[in-house]
């Protein structure tokens, strides 16, 4: 998949609205200074991409996962990231427990109305299956993207 | 601490990540030697692009003399790039700008020089060849 100059970019709309909020109120930003902003964060995407992958190799793994994510933050000097960004994983995991388990309530009620009721201990079993299947699933993601 | 973990969209609903990931996965597939992205690693690396963003702006507004005039510009963010040292892997797309009048004269005197080391050579040999 061939990139095209402008897909390597992050949108305007987001780089501003993202600056202002850090920004006092009342700051100009020049629009030099904005693009600028942008392209920087677009490098800094390359940098910590490459520095993740150098701990996944180490690792002998194939695919990027957040602890490479974070360890490429100590390496390249950002450590002040680390805190918020274990929290936003803590966020994210959260939440994407919590969509499984409203679409696994929605498959059980569904369940519910053909079989008979099952006992409560099979949800351990269930949660393993889920894990793989979420694997599968983000493996899926990756290779339709590709295309 | 909580509020650098959210933002806010439009609607002020509280959202994790601002920054697409759709784009932000192209960026990280265009490196050469990554073959996959796990689905965390993804929304880490947008999550640390915007903490980034925002670090770069308000450091840059700091240190910068722009500050008086309440505004960022361009010369805050080289001046950052060229003077902080966990900014400096930007030095070299945040060049530094010099008036146009300067480099041409830059330019004139590198002439200069390189026509004065050829005159030199030239006096050395009666060969009309090229120097390599």
Known sequence: ?147 | MADLVVGKDKCGEQRLVSLPLSRIRVIMKSSPEVSSINQEALVLTAKATELFVQYLATYSYRHGSGKEKKALTYSDLSHTAEESETFQFLADILPKKILASKYLKMLKEKREDDEEEENDNNGDSDDDEAES
Do not use: W
């Open chain 1, 1 to 147: 998949m061939a990139e095209r100059p402008e897909d390597l970019n992050l949108p305007n709309a987001v780089i501003t609205r993202i600056i202002k909020e850090a920004l006092p109120d009342g700051v100009n930003i020049s629009k030099e200074a904005r693009s600028a902003i942008s392209r920087a964060a677009s490098v800094f995407v390359l940098y910590a991409t490459s520095c993740a992958n150098n701990f996944a190799m180490k690792g002998k793994r194939k695919t990027l996962n957040a602890s490479d994510v974070l360890s490429a933050m100590e390496e390249m000097e950002f450590q002040r990231f680390v805190t918020p960004l274990k929290e936003a994983l803590e966020a994210y995991r959260r939440e994407q427990k919590g969509k499984k388990e409203a679409s696994e309530q929605k498959k059980k009620d569904k369940d519910k109305k053909t079989d008979s009721e099952e006992p409560d201990k099979s949800r351990d079993e269930d949660n393993d299956e889920d894990e793989e299947r979420l694997e599968e699933e983000e493996q899926n993601e990756e290779e339709e993207v590709d295309n």
